[in-house]
Structures are given as structure tokens and as C-alpha cells.
């Protein structure tokens, strides 16, 4: 078995041009192998924390010279002579050696990279592709005993008996369903549109390959009817979408489905739409203010009608944190209403963390998981995580920051540990096509 010989660190740039994490790993045989890790701008607050240095003079505050120097003095010495491909050991020690619940000790970021990286060591070392590695890994972990499991990454044991409806390990490898973004707004685009994203998945698609190219069909679609209607077509917020001023949500979504016609495809059959509503980031604590909507103020029974109102006029299949990342009796009431004819993803609401993915269950709240490796900070919760999804029936859509570098990692994940669909943003900007085109390149391998 390789061991792990030496562990470096570094600060790069993102796509925002902030400071990241990114970490080598080399081993005793020869082989490495490199990660480095997104960033959010719309973030959960349940998330793993993300140490940044609080140093005005470099980088606006935003520097992460600390994460760099906690692997290079802490997990570095800590790691070295470890067995790479082990990386439920690995993941344990690098908890342990953290010691808190949200990784604020060492910082997630620091934690992700040398976990990300030590995987692409062992694919490296033992010569296959990083998707079948973490497809071995994927199958081992679905298939260990979940108590084990839980006491090596400290996490506490399921208290109720979960009953499997899929059983966890028949899948192989296999490539994901985009879901890509068309509009954006929120956080991510200078416009005026309170929800974050407008997104299309080829549903009709035979293969990867062709969906994604009637995706591109219908951006290009989308960028001439804005210019025709009035609107910048060009600019794009941080994720790739388009960022015009529309005058309300609804004419983006109106926007979108005219594109997909426009393209040639049919609105539901051959491409449907997606919404990532990212509504925590307007909700108050006890409403939703609507800026882009006469600035209404809706509980969160109005917010819910309006989701309805929306589903049932246009080609929608997933909503995305409908509803804000406290609001579980909202959720509740969302899923009641729409979980049948819907996907509801939770992305702040779960934030891949399995206590939070348990207690959805538990409560029969949404149907879907966002997977974000760094809202944990490790590969083998994250799998985890999927597990937990898997078992009760919700959809794993694997997704991509608002903050991404040329990082590949997911696209593998994606596949060898069979999400369904993957969220990578739109379909310009290179650090997201690093990752289609990744996907283009298993997708030739797999002959799919
Ligand atoms: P973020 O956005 O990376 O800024 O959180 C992505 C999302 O909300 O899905
Ligand atoms: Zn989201």
C-alpha cells in the first residue's frame, strides 16, 4: 500500500480572483496528485467554516495564508507515512486533528484540500481514472456498517431505524444530468432579481454529449432574445448566466422557455427548467422580501402559492431553497404541496451536512440533496452524506460553487459515486467547462 510522502500547500486565485486552497500530495511511490477548493458567495450558515485571515492589507481580508499554513505545520507532519488510498482513515484523522463540529479549528478549506488531493494520490498511484477510484471508495463506504462509519468520522449514530428504499450499491459509474444555469441573479449578478438562478436540464436528452449541446443551443437562443427584447445579452454573473436588469423573476423564467422554443426543443419534454431560488439570502426572519416583486413582503404560505403559481404555468421539475434555510415547517408544508410533482433541493438547507440531511428525512422535508464537497470539508462525510440520500430515495445533485477554480474533482465525483445530476453553472467561463469537458472526456471512456 503507498503512503503519503510528503504534503504541500499553496494560495492560488479562484474565479473571483480570491484567494483558495490548493494542496499537492505526493507518494512514496511516485505518484501525486493536486485539489484545490471552491468558495461560495451565497452561503449556509450551516456550513463548514472557511478560514480566511482577517488581514486587511492582503487581499481585502480574504487571504487564507492560515488554511495554507495549518496543512503545511499541522496535517502535513500529521499525514505523512499514512496509507493514501485509505481515505475514511484519512478523513477520520484530519476530524480529529480539527476537533470541532464546523472545522473552524484548521479550517474546512484546509481539511478539503489534503482530502480532495489524497484521492487523486491513490487514483494516480493504483493508475485509474479518478471516477473509478472514487467509485471503490463510494462502494465500500455504502456498504460499511453505518455505526462503524459514524463513530470513525464523529458523527452521532441515526437514532431512528432508517429503512432503505434503494438498495446502496448496485450502481456503477455513470454520467450525471446537467443542470445548468441560463439567468442569474441574488448574489451572483449585478441585475436586479431576487432569485439566484434560472436553470435547464436536457430531461430528453439520449446522452450527455447531446445535452449538452442543446444546452449550449439554448443559451445562445437565450443571449439573442434578450438583445432582441432589449436586455444586455452578453454580461454574465459569477456562475456563467446571463445577469440582465428583467424587470421580475417571472420574466426570466418566461425568458428561458422561450429560448428552449427558439432552440428547436420542446419546453418540459426535451428541456425542462430549474430554479435555485437561494431564498435565505431574502428572507428576513419571519418573511421573504421580494425586491424584484413591488418589494412584497410574503410569509412563507405566500411564498409557497407563488412556487405553486409558477409550477403549474411553466416547465419547472426543481426548486432549489425554496424556502430559507431555517424555515423546516415551511419546507414541510413546500414538500406537502410540491413533492410530487418536483424536485425541492435543499443547498442551505442541508448543507451536506448528515445530521441536517437525517433530520429532512425524518421530517419529510424536500426530496433532493445539494452535495457541496466543501460545505463539510471532507471526501468521506460527503459520501456519506450521499449515502444517507440515497437510502431514503432524495435525488443527489452534486454541485459546484459560485467560487470554482480549473479543479475537476466533482465531475468525478459526480460519476463515480452516481448523483444524479450535477449543477456546474452556465456553459462559458473556463473553470466551469474544465468540468463539462471533463465530463465529455469519462463520457467517451464509459461509450456513453
Ligand atoms: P454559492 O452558490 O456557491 O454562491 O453558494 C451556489 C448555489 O447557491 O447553489
Ligand atoms: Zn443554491
Partial sequence: MSRIAEIQAREILDSRGLPTVEVDIRVDDGAWGRASVPSGAS?????????????????????????????????????????????????????????????SRLGANALLGVSLAAAHAAAASRDVPLYRHLHELTTQLFQADEGDLCRQLAIPAPTMHRVSRSPATTFGPRLPLPMTNMISGGLHAGGNLDFQDVLILPVGAPNYRTGLEWIVRVYRRLGEL???????????????????????????????????????????????????????????????????????????QEMIEQLVALVDRYPIVSIEDGLAEEDWSGWQELTRRLGDRVRLVGDDLFATNPRRVRRGIGEQTANAVLIKVNQIGTLAETL?????????????????????????????????????????????RSERLVKYNRLLRIAEELGE
Fill in 43 to 103: 452561503t449556509g450558515t450551516a456550513e463548514a467554516l472557511e478560514l480566511r485571515d482577517d488581514d486587511a492589507n492582503r487581499y481585502d481580508g480574504r487571504g487564507v495564508s492560515r488554511a495554507v499554513e495549518n496543512v503545511r505545520s499541522a496535517i502535513g507532519p500529521a499525514l505523512v507515512g499514512h496509507a493514501v488510498e485509505d481515505q475514511l482513515t484519512l478523513d477520520a484523522r484530519l476530524i480529529e486533528l480539527d476537533g470541532t463540529e464546523n472545522k
Fill in 384 to 428: 456519506y452524506t450521499m449515502r444517507i440520500a440515497q437510502e431514503a430515495g432524495y435525488t443527489r445533485v452534486v454541485s459546484a460553487r459560485s467560487g470554482e477554480t480549473e479543479d475537476t474533482t466533482i465531475a468525478d465525483l459526480a460519476v463515480g459515486a452516481a448523483g444524479e445530476q450535477i449543477k456546474i453553472g452556465s456553459i462559458v
Fill in 226 to 300: 434578450l438583445k432582441a427584447s432589449g436586455y444586455e445579452g452578453r454580461l454574465v454573473g459569477d456562475e456563467g448566466g446571463f445577469g440582465p436588469r428583467l424587470p421580475d423573476n417571472d420574466s426570466a423564467i418566461e425568458m428561458v422557455t422561450r429560448a428552449i422554443e427558439a432552440a428547436r426543443l420542446r419546453p418540459g419534454a426535451d428541456v425542462a427548467i430549474a430554479l435555485d431560488v437561494a431564498s435565505t439570502h431574502f428572507y428576513d426572519g419571519s418573511h421573504y422580501r421580494l425586491a424584484a416583486t413591488g418589494d412584497a413582503r410574503l410569509t412563507n
